[in-house]
């Protein structure tokens, strides 16, 4: 077993990290204020290879593995989990099917110029009677000449209201089984396609959007990989982000722990530094007790995905983990700070109500609970 980053990802890191605190920090705080997402950042994050890390070189991408994307996602949501979901849904959600499923016109038109930044991504699945139950999905996809006709509506899609494209998933049969679910590439804007901005308490500098679809004709070579049935590939593309997703709440749960520290170290009551009282101490133990044990389950569950073993339990795991692990750090850095935590000139406030928002994305605590314990009872549950 060996346990250390390699030379090539601690340099990821400490690079990753000096564009963060050069270029994503000083704009964090205004787009939680605005709730616009800064839009050059997608151009620079492509210009600096982010985007492509995760992807072989072949493709268009960098080369680097899931160790290296969940390095860069910890560091971006480590100023700002807010970009850090703008970059997920686009460097993944987005595209990660077309990588996987698309064809090569498919590939050539959305996903290369997505990992350049040049064309801005989301994915369109959830729904206003579905988020948790996929299989339910109302979005119907009716074949017509040439192509499918759509009707329906998506909530909650990051992105949207700034994206080139959408990969959309609907129904092309009415039956409630997997190969009835396909998935779509959708040209944005779209005069079928009508997108609202909504207004979030949470994770306010990324920008989500309410779909409304009314009659809209996607030719038969926007059908991902120019098949139906392609809802296995959104389920595999889920559990890998699930380990990208714990990362990114890793990072913002290490965030509000340094600023936290920092504080305890220099804030004097009662003649002494906060950090020598016990409470406050030991509040901290728990956090950083917290944060290590995610960080192990998020570098093991990348680890498996670079070596193709990751399963749909072992990702719910680490999701499950990370995304409490964060709420309960990001509270315990509210409590050290305390009345400061209110105010806006410290992040902890601002990573507490972004940590809310991952009980519920990318698939609620409950839900990940049902994929963890679905295995229960076979002999080889067990790691
Ligand atoms: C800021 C934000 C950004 C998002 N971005 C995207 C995006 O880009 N693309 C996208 O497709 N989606 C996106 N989502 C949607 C997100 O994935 C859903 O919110 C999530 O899947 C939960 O669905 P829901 O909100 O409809 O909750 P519901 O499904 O209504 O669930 C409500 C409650 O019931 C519980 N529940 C429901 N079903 C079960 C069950 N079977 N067993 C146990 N408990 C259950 C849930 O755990 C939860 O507590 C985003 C959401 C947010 C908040």
């Known amino acids: 077993m060996d346990f250390t980053f390699s030379p090539e990802h601690v340099q990821l890191r400490e690079t990753v990290r000096r564009h963060a605190e050069a270029e994503m920090k000083p704009h964090a705080a205004e787009a939680d204020d605005t709730e616009r997402f800064p839009p050059h950042l997608f151009r620079r994050w492509g210009e600096l290879g982010l985007l492509g890390a995760r992807y072989p070189e072949a493709d268009g991408g960098v080369g680097m593995d899931k160790v290296s994307d969940c390095i860069i996602r910890e560091e971006i949501a480590r100023v700002s989990q807010a970009f850090c979901g703008a970059y997920s849904a686009h460097s993944h959600l987005g595209i990660w099917p077309i990588w996987r499923a698309g064809t090569e016109m498919q590939k050539a038109e959305y996903f290369r110029p997505a990992l350049a930044g040049e064309k801005v991504a989301c994915f369109g699945l959830s729904e206003p009677d579905g988020g948790s139950n996929i299989r339910a999905m109302k979005t119907r996809a009716e074949k017509v000449e040439g192509g499918y006709r759509l009707n329906g509506a998506k909530l909650y899609i990051t992105n949207s209201p700034m994206a080139d494209f959408m990969l959309l998933a609907a129904r092309t049969a009415p039956d409630l089984k997997p190969w009835a679910i396909s998935l779509f590439i959708v040209r944005l804007p779209d005069a079928a396609v009508h997108i609202s901005h909504l207004k979030k308490e949470g994770l306010k500098g990324s920008e989500t959007g309410l779909i409304a679809i009314e009659d809209l004709f996607v030719p038969d070579d926007h059908v991902l990989g120019e098949r139906e049935g392609t809802y296995p590939v959104i389920l595999d593309s889920l559990t890998e982000n699930r380990v990208g997703v714990a990362a990114s709440v890793l990072g913002l749960a290490k965030g509000a722990y340094e600023e936290a520290?920092?504080?305890?170290?220099?804030?004097?009551?009662?003649?002494?530094?906060?950090?020598?009282?016990?409470?406050?101490?030991?509040?901290?133990?728990?956090?950083?007790?917290?944060?290590?044990?995610?960080?192990?389950?998020?570098?093991?569950?990348?680890?498996?995905?670079?070596?193709?073993?990751i399963d749909h339990a072992s990702a719910a795991k680490i999701k499950l983990f990370a995304s409490e692990a964060a709420l309960r750090v990001t509270e315990g850095a509210m409590r050290v700070l305390g009345g400061a935590s209110i105010m806006r000139e410290y992040s902890v406030g601002r990573h507490h109500r972004d940590a809310l928002v991952y009980l519920f994305g990318e698939g609620t605590s409950d839900v990940q609970r049902n994929l963890i314990s679905r295995g229960m009872g076979q002999e080889d549950y067990l790691p």
């Open 261 to 309: 520290l920092d504080y305890a170290r220099t804030r004097i009551v009662a003649g002494k530094p906060i950090l020598q009282y016990q409470a406050v101490a030991h509040r901290l133990a728990d956090m950083i007790t917290d944060i290590e044990a995610a960080h192990w389950m998020v570098y093991h569950g990348a680890w498996k995905v670079d070596q193709g073993t």
